[in-house]
C-alpha cells in the first residue's frame, strides 16, 4: 500500500514529522509505504522546506493540501490554535490525520475532533512519542502480565527548567490561549504515561502555581508582563482501578533538562523509570529470594520490542527521535488495519480533560470528577 | 560539666540513644560529660538491660527516675501514648528531657509538653536524626548564603515497602490512637526536612489512603481487622515564605527501603538528595559556565562538620547510628549554652501540627492554615 | 556538491550506513549532497537491497562498482578479509572510502591501504563512531583547553557479555584470521577513544586471555571446536605526552551490555563516561570552591555540537544510529574541504597497529614499543 | 570471659581502634567482654589519651604494656616501622595481637611476624576493615554458593585524590622505607578484597609509575624533594584458580575520594560494587527471565550479617566507623574459639607478599610468580 502525505508546518516539529515519516521505512519493514507528496507553510517558508524535506509540492494553503486525491495523511504541526479547523477539514476530506499534542486548547474542541474523526472512521493519531520507548511498552507488559501485582500508587513527574529564570522574555508557551503552562506543556505528558499504565483517571485534586509574576515582554525589552499561566502544576489523582497518584510538573525546576520521571508500587513488585536515561527501566520482585531483592536495572535490547528495529544489540540506546519514527510506525500499522495501541485522538482528548479537570480543581479547591 | 542520665525504655530506640550517649563523649571533645545513672523499663527487663548498657541502677517505675536528684537529662523512649506523662513529670522536676517523636500522638497534647518546657526553661529535644546529617546542614547553609537564590519548590517523598505484603500481621503502628499511618511516621521526616531547609509551612492540601484495608489481627490468624490509618499520605504545602511544594509517604512503596529523597528548585540553583545515598548531596549552580553545567555530586567530607569528627577523610561514610550521635551532640550542646539548631520541643510540636492539618485537610477535601 | 554513492555490503552494517547516508541531509544543512547509486553484496541480496534501501542500481561485482564513473564514495561494509582489496581498487579509481573497521585483519595491509590512499590524496574515513559522539568532543574540548590541567592517566574498559555462555556455538567472531578476539572486536574503540582524548600511545604490555576452551561448531552440534582468540585482553600503556593508563576489553563480562568507560584524570580535574549513558559526561575541577565539589553531571546540549542539529532542546538524548550519521556527516565535511578531526585511514591503522602490538606484547610477556 | 586490652598508638587509627572496642559490646551480644588497661604512646601524649578513651593506665613505654599480667590483647597502631618489634614482644609473651595494616614495610618482616604467632598459639588479627562490610560477605556467599557459577574476572581499583596538588607538601606516606606508594597504601585494599572474594593470587605483572617527580619538603617551602614511590600502581594478575583480573591503585585520580570499586564476572552472573555507596550491591544473574535481567541494586538488610546488629531496618546504612567495630567482633570472636574469616597475620603477610611481588615485577618488566 502507498499512502500520500501532506505535511502542515515545517518548524522544529515539522520537520521531526518529516524525518519520522523518512526513518520509518528504513527500520521497519512495513506494509505500508510513505512518499512526501506535498507540504504546507506560512508565505515563501513553504518552498525552502518542501525543498529541504524532500516534498515535490508545496503550498501557502494548507486547505489546498488536505482536499488534495494523492494526499492519504495529513500531519498536523501548526501552532495549537489552528489544530481544529485543520483537522476537521481533513477528517471531512477523508484523510487520516496525525496531530502535535494538544489537540487543542479546549477539550471541548478537542472532542469535536473526536468525534468528527470517529464518525468519519479515520485512523488518527496524537503525538506523545514517550509512550513509544520500548521500555514504558515493557513497563506495560509487565503491569499487565500480574508481575508486580495489583498496582496501588503512581508518583510521576515532568520537570525541566527552560523558563527558570525570571528574566527570560515572554514566550508563545506563555500565552494563556495555549491552554495553560507547565501542566498543559510538560504536565499532560505525566498524565498520558499514567493512563498508559495504569489506566483513566477518574478524580483530581489539582494545585497550578505561577511562580514568576511578569517577564520582559520581548527579548531585550524593559516592560516586563503579567504572566498568567503556571509555572509549576501538581495533582492528586485517583485512578478507576482504585490506585493513587501523584502528577507534578515545572519549568523551573531548575537543574532538570528531561526529567519525566515515575514509580509504580505494586502489591508484588514496584517499577521506576527516568527519561533522563529512557534506555532503562527498574524492576523490583517480591518473589526474589531473600537477602537477593533490588531493582534490577534493565537495559533496552532486542527483546524489546522494537527496539531491535533500530540497534541490533542490548545497550546500544536509541534517541529521542527513534521515539518519533516508532509512533509514526504505529500510526500506519493502525492504518493498515493492525491493532496498536497508540495514542489517538480520543486518547489525547482523555488527556486533555483530565489536564482541564486538574485546572478546574485548583480553582475549586477541591476535588473534581473527570468527566 | 558532668550530667547524670536516666534513660527510659530499652527497646531499639532505648539501645540507639545509650548508644548515642556513649559514642558522644568518644567522638567530641565536648565540655559536658554524660554518666548513665539509671534505666526504666517494664518489669524484669530493666534489670538486664541496665546490665547491657552500664547503667549502675535500675527500676520499673520510671517516677522514681525522673524525680531523682542524680539525673539532669531524662530521656523517653517509651511506646508514644506514654510521652506526654512522663516528660511533664521530668519537666516539672526541673530535668532536661530528650523524646522520641513523635512528641505525643495529638498536637494539642505536644503543644502542652513545649509549654511546660519553656516555661521551666528545661533544655529539650525530639528525635529527628535525619536532620542531623552534615548534608543537610549544607543544604541549608547553601540555601542559606542564597547560593541558589529564592527557593521556589520543594518536592519530598519518604517512603518505604515494610508493610507492603496485604498478609503482614497487625502491628502497633497501625494502631490509630498512635495519631496516624505512613504520614505520621514517615511523613512527619519529610515535613521535618522541608521545615529545616525552606521553613514554616503555612497551608496544605492532604491526601491519605488507606490501601490494605485489613490485616490479620496477629501472625498466622485467619481473623482479619480493619486497618484504620493510611498506608500512604501525601499533600500539597504553602510555605510562609511564599514558596509551594508536594510531600509524600508511603509504607507500602515496593522495593524502597529509605527513600527520604527531595529536591529544591531555587532561582539560582537546585539541591537534590537522597536518604539511600545520605553522604551525598547534589547541587546544580546556574552560575556555572555555560556548556558544563550539571548536578554535582558533593560527597561527605571534613569540611562539612561534623563529619570530621567521624572520618578524617572525604568519601568514608557516616552511618545513620551516628546520626544519632550528632542529634545527643547538639542536644548536650544546647544544654551547655550553645547556640544550636537542634529540633527542640517546640519544633516537634509544630511538625506535628502540619501532619495533623494534613489529614484534617484531607477529610475536609480542602486546603487548610496550619495554625 | 552532489556525490555518487556505491554501497558495498548490505548486512546490519551496510544497513546502517545507508540510513547514515540518508539521515545526514536530513539532520544537517550540508552542501554535500549524496545519491545513492548503487549497491553491490553477493548473489541475490544485491537486488533486493537495493530496492530496499532506495539505490537504483545494483551488482552482485564489486569491481563494477567501485570503477563507475558516477560513483564518488565508495563504502565498505564486507567482511573485513575483503575490506583492503576493494578498499586499494577504490582508491587506485580515485574514489573517497569510507570503511567499517577495522581496516584489515593485519596492520600492515592498513598501512598499504593508508599509503595508497594518501598517495592518491582520496579522502578516507573508518568506522569508529563512538568518537562522534558530541560528550566525547566535550570531552576533548576540556582537555584541550586545560580546564582539567595536564592528563595524568587513563583507564578504559570496553565490555559486554554476548560471549559469556560457554555454550554459545562458534560464530565468525571466534575466527583466528579476523585478527583477534574481544580485543581487535571491542578493545580496539577504547585504544580509538584513548587516542582521541589523550593522544598516541608510545608503549604496551599485554595480557590477553582465553577464558572459555572450545565452543560448539555450530548451533545445536554436539561437536567442540578450539577457541584460538582471547574472551578478555588488557594492557597498560604509556602515551607519548607522558600518562600512562590501563585497557580493557571482555566479550564475557557477565551482565555488561555496552560498559565503554573511562575516567581520565588530570592535574586540575578528572573527566568520567560511559557508553551506557553516553549522553552525559561527569566532569570534576579542583577549582571548584571547597565544600562544593563533585563530578557535575552534564547531560548533552544544543550547546554540544553537533547535538543541537538532532534536539533542540538538552536532556532529550541522541542514539547509537545517530553516532553513525555524525560520523558521515564528518566524512562528508572533509570531502568538502573542511577540517575534521575523524578518524582517517591513518587513524584507523594507527590504532590496528596498538592493537596488534598489545598481541605482540602479551606473547613476549614484556613492553613492547608501538612502532 | 574478660579481656584485658593494652592499645599502643592514639592518632587517628588509635581512636578508631579503642571506638571499637567500645562499641562492640554496645552492638554485639559477645561471650567476651573487653576491659581497657592501659595505653601507650610518645611521651606525655599517653596520659591524655589515656583519660580522653577511658584507659585507667597509660605509659610511655610500650615494652611495659606488652608485659604486663593484666594486658590479654595487644593493639599495634603506631608507625608501620615499629609493627614488626612490638608484635614479636607480645606474641613472644602470650598475647593476642591485633595490629593495622600493613604487619611491616618488608613481607620478610611479616612473615616472622606470622611465624611467630603461628608458633605461639596467639589470635591475630591485621586491619584490612573494608572486608568487614555484610555486602562483602553477601559477594562472597554469592560467589561460595555457585549463584553466579565460576568466577572469570576480576576487576578492582582503589583511587583517591589526596595527592593530586604537586604541591602539596611530604609526608610520611612519601618514605619509601614505608614499603611503597599508592599500591602498598590503597592498592593492598584491592589485594586483600581480591583474594577475600576470589582467592589466591598465583602471578602478577606490575606497572607502578611516579607521576609527581618532587614536591615541597615541608608546609609552604620552596625547596623540593624527590618522590621514590609511585603515585599509581597497577598489575594484571592471575588466580590460582584460573580467573584473571586487573587491580589498579592511585592517589592522584583527580576526584575520586573513596573509590575502591570492582567488577566480578562468573559464568552465570556478575556482581559490581563501590566503597563510595557501600552499603549496595549490584548482582546480575543469567538465570532470572529473558527481558528481566539486569544488575540488581540490593541495599544492607538485617538477613545480610551483620548488619542487623546496627540498624533494624533495611536501608539505614551502616558507616566506616561501624566496619572497625565488625573488624574488632570477629578478632574477639576468634579468642572465643569461633571460626572466623577475618584477616589475620598469614593474611596480612600474603597480601603484603603479593604487593611486593607487584614492585618486582613492575621493575623486571615480567610477570613473577607470588612465591
Not at 494538544?102 to 474542541?109: C, E, F, I, W
Given at each position: 500500500m502507498r499512502l500520500g502525505l501532506g505535511l502542515i508546518g515545517s518548524g522544529f516539529m515539522g520537520k521531526t514529522h518529516a524525518f519520522g515519516f523518512i526513518d520509518v521505512n528504513q527500520t521497519f519493514d512495513l506494509p505500508v509505504k510513505v512518499d512526501r507528496v506535498i507540504l504546507a507553510d506560512v508565505g515563501s517558508r513553504a518552498e525552502a522546506a518542501a525543498s529541504a524535506l524532500g516534498f515535490p509540492a508545496f503550498t501557502s494553503d494548507w486547505r489546498e493540501l488536505v482536499t488534495r486525491k494523492d494526499v492519504d495523511i495529513v500531519d498536523i504541526t501548526t501552532p495549537n490554535a489552528l489544530h481544529k479547523e485543520i483537522a476537521l477539514a481533513a477528517i471531512s476530506a477523508g484523510k487520516h490525520v496525525y496531530c502535535e499534542k494538544?489537540?487543542?486548547?479546549?477539550?471541548?474542541?478537542?472532542?469535536?475532533?473526536?468525534?468528527?474523526?470517529?464518525?468519519?472512521?479515520?485512523?488518527?493519531?496524537?503525538?506523545?512519542?514517550?509512550?513509544?520507548?520500548?521500555?514504558?511498552?515493557?513497563?506495560?507488559?509487565?503491569?499487565?502480565?500480574?508481575?508486580?501485582?495489583?498496582?496501588?500508587?503512581?508518583?510521576?513527574?515532568?520537570?525541566?527548567?527552560?523558563?527558570?529564570?525570571?528574566?527570560?522574555?515572554?514566550?508563545?508557551?506563555?500565552?494563556?490561549?495555549?491552554?495553560?503552562?507547565?501542566?498543559?506543556?510538560?504536565?499532560?505528558?505525566?498524565?498520558?504515561?499514567?493512563?498508559?499504565?495504569?489506566?483513566?483517571?477518574?478524580?483530581?485534586?489539582?494545585?497550578?502555581?505561577?511562580?514568576?509574576?511578569?517577564?520582559?515582554?520581548?527579548?531585550?525589552?524593559?516592560?516586563?508582563?503579567?504572566?498568567?499561566?503556571?509555572?509549576?502544576?501538581?495533582?492528586?489523582?485517583?485512578?478507576?482501578?482504585?490506585?493513587?497518584?501523584?502528577?507534578?510538573?515545572?519549568?523551573?525546576?531548575?537543574?532538570?533538562?528531561?526529567?519525566?520521571?515515575?514509580?509504580?508500587?505494586?502489591?508484588?513488585?514496584?517499577?521506576?523509570?527516568?527519561?533522563?536515561?529512557?534506555?532503562?527501566?527498574?524492576?523490583?520482585?517480591?518473589?526474589?529470594?531473600?537477602?537477593?531483592?533490588?531493582?534490577?536495572k534493565i537495559f533496552a535490547a532486542p527483546e524489546h520490542e522494537p527496539y531491535g528495529d533500530f540497534c541490533v544489540a542490548p545497550g546500544h540506546q536509541i534517541g529521542f527521535n527513534d521515539l518519533k519514527t516508532i509512533e509514526v510506525h504505529d500510526f500506519l500499522r493502525a492504518i493498515a488495519g493492525e491493532k496498536t495501541d497508540h495514542a489517538d485522538f480520543r486518547e489525547g482528548f482523555e488527556v486533555q480533560r483530565t489536564v482541564e479537570t486538574i485546572y478546574r480543581s485548583s480553582e475549586a479547591g477541591a476535588w473534581l470528577k473527570v468527566a
Open positions: 494538544p489537540l487543542a486548547p479546549l477539550a471541548a474542541d478537542a472532542l469535536e475532533m473526536v468525534r468528527a474523526a470517529e464518525a468519519a472512521g479515520v485512523v488518527t493519531a496524537v503525538g506523545f512519542n514517550y509512550l513509544k520507548n520500548p521500555m514504558l511498552k515493557l513497563a506495560r507488559e509487565i503491569i499487565d502480565s500480574g508481575e508486580i501485582g495489583e498496582v496501588r500508587s503512581f508518583n510521576g513527574i515532568h520537570a525541566e527548567d527552560y523558563m527558570t529564570d525570571a528574566d527570560a522574555p515572554w514566550t508563545w508557551r506563555l500565552d494563556p490561549a495555549g491552554g495553560g503552562g507547565a501542566l498543559a506543556d510538560l504536565g499532560s505528558h505525566v498524565v498520558a504515561t499514567a493512563r498508559y499504565l495504569v489506566g483513566p483517571i477518574a478524580e483530581v485534586l489539582g494545585d497550578v502555581r505561577t511562580v514568576i509574576a511578569d517577564r520582559p515582554d520581548a527579548p531585550e525589552s524593559k516592560t516586563r508582563r503579567k504572566v498568567e499561566v503556571e509555572d509549576i502544576g501538581r495533582a492528586f489523582v485517583r485512578f478507576e482501578n482504585g490506585a493513587t497518584g501523584c502528577i507534578q510538573a515545572s519549568w523551573i525546576e531548575t537543574g532538570r533538562k528531561m526529567q519525566h520521571d515515575f514509580s509504580i508500587a505494586g502489591s508484588k513488585g514496584g517499577i521506576a523509570f527516568s527519561q533522563e536515561r529512557f534506555n532503562e527501566l527498574d524492576l523490583y520482585l517480591t518473589s526474589d529470594q531473600s537477602g537477593r531483592r533490588g531493582f534490577r
